[in-house]
């Protein structure tokens, strides 16, 4: 399985290395070797953790800061369960609006119904496509990321263990049936468990701009939430309605004037 080839191919010291602790770490080595100007951030989903423990590590060397999508820090007990259920719910709201919508390009199906025609397809030439990527150990390098960073970061929840994987596979199954099933990062068999993340607490004076989105589904806009309380009074919330995961640079509007005003001229929008 993944953790034994991880095992095998990797030394210990460097699985343990892989924290997102780290990554703040090498961005202030970047930024003082490039010559130690305060710098302006911009993060998005997973990219919105690495900023804000960068910004409770090092606050004096930040100019401006957009995190858009935000992922929390500590982990959530039951968080998987509650975002299938949330993207199920996405999922028919597409379906809804692809059948109101004239130019819908799968509106003589329906969406959901494309899904699967689509997952049929994969499905008959499943086998071509295996056969065809690099050997174990390169296919474990890269699914094995965003596991071995989890991890290294001491995401062991108590509900993701191997043992219980099969029950999460189901209840997230019965949640999402459109979706489909899905289960939370297992750390129990992980050759490495780490240290955790600090928790978020931003001193310093930069202004820093969260961005959520009131229809993503991946990551809810209760934790972009949380991320400004967390982050204090130097912190503001801008929220999109439109659907989809992230906000910024995804089209003109909005959105991007809010960004833009920030990094050129320093200034936040009214909170929410």
Same mark, same amino acid.
């Given at each position: ?85 949330? *993207?199920?719910?996405?999922? *028919? ?143 503001? +919330? ?20 809010? *960004? ?7 200034? +936040?929008?009214?909170?929410?």
């Amino acid at each position: 399985n993944l953790a034994a080839t991880c095992e095998a191919n990797y030394d210990p010291e460097y699985l343990a290395s892989l924290t997102t602790v780290n990554a703040a770490r090498d961005m202030e080595s970047v930024r003082i070797a490039l010559g130690a100007e305060p710098l302006d951030y911009f993060g998005a989903s997973y990219g919105t953790a690495i900023g804000s423990v960068y910004a409770t590590m090092y606050p004096d060397s930040i100019r401006t800061m957009i995190l858009d999508a935000a992922v929390p820090t500590d982990p959530v007990d039951g968080t998987f369960e509650s975002r299938a259920a949330e *993207v199920e719910q996405a999922l *028919v709201r597409l379906d809804t609006s692809c059948d109101l919508w004239l130019d819908c390009p799968v509106r003589d199906v329906g969406f959901l119904a494309a899904i699967e025609q689509v997952r049929a397809r994969l499905a008959l030439i499943g086998a071509v496509e295996l056969s065809s990527l690099p050997d174990s150990e390169s296919r474990a390098g890269n699914s094995g990321a965003s596991q071995a960073i989890a991890c290294a970061d001491g995401w062991n929840l108590e509900n993701s263990t191997s043992d219980e994987l099969a029950g999460q596979v189901e209840r997230t199954a019965a949640l999402a049936p459109n979706a489909g099933p899905g289960w939370e990062t297992p750390c129990d068999l992980w050759p490495v468990t780490g240290p955790g993340i600090p928790a978020v607490a931003y001193t310093g004076d930069a202004p820093i701009l969260v961005v959520g989105g009131e229809a993503d589904a991946i990551t809810p806009l209760r934790w972009s939430e949380d991320l400004v309380a967390e982050l204090g009074p130097n912190a503001s +919330l801008l929220i999109g309605e439109e659907s989809g995961h992230t906000k910024a640079f995804q089209r003109p509007g909005c959105i991007d004037d809010h *960004v833009f005003t920030l990094l050129f001229d320093g200034e +936040l929008p009214e909170s929410g």
